[in-house]
């Protein structure tokens, strides 16, 4: 006599929850995340008595001169020969582009004289020298 067994047994991953888990890693994932704001060169800025304040940072390309004489645009590294291609391109697409040179206080003056000198090449003659006030320290 054979027997004929009624309930089968079903191998089903069950993914109904699925959905769920993977939403909540994505919101762990976004609220653990740090952004960095600026990784560019550590410069540490010189003091100055008198000093403007850029209102508009939207027209505002920032250009780093670190101690070891790094030259950092936008967070990037750049060699000093790539300074003025890069400037102009920036340029092109907002031509009323301001440069902030930040240098740093133990930077040497002549490379950053062959920074200003690549950007007087493309004709950026909008350049702006971050410094930090004496009362700020």
Known sequence: MKFIRKAKVGSAIPTA?????????????????VFVRYRGVPVELPEAEKIEKLESRRNV?????SSEGIVSIEDRNIALAEVGK????????????????????????????????????????????????????
């Open 17 to 33: 929850s699925m959905a769920d888990i993977s939403f909540l890693l994505l919101v762990f994932f976004m609220v653990s995340t």
């Open 61 to 65: 390309l920032q250009v780093w001169v």
């Open 86 to 137: 890069v400037v102009h391109r920036h340029m092109t697409v907002n031509p009323r582009l301001i440069i902030s040179l930040r240098g740093d206080k133990d930077s040497e003056f002549g490379v950053i004289s062959d920074v200003m000198e690549e950007l007087r090449k493309v004709e950026a003659l909008r350049v702006n020298f971050s410094t930090k006030r004496e009362l700020d320290q």
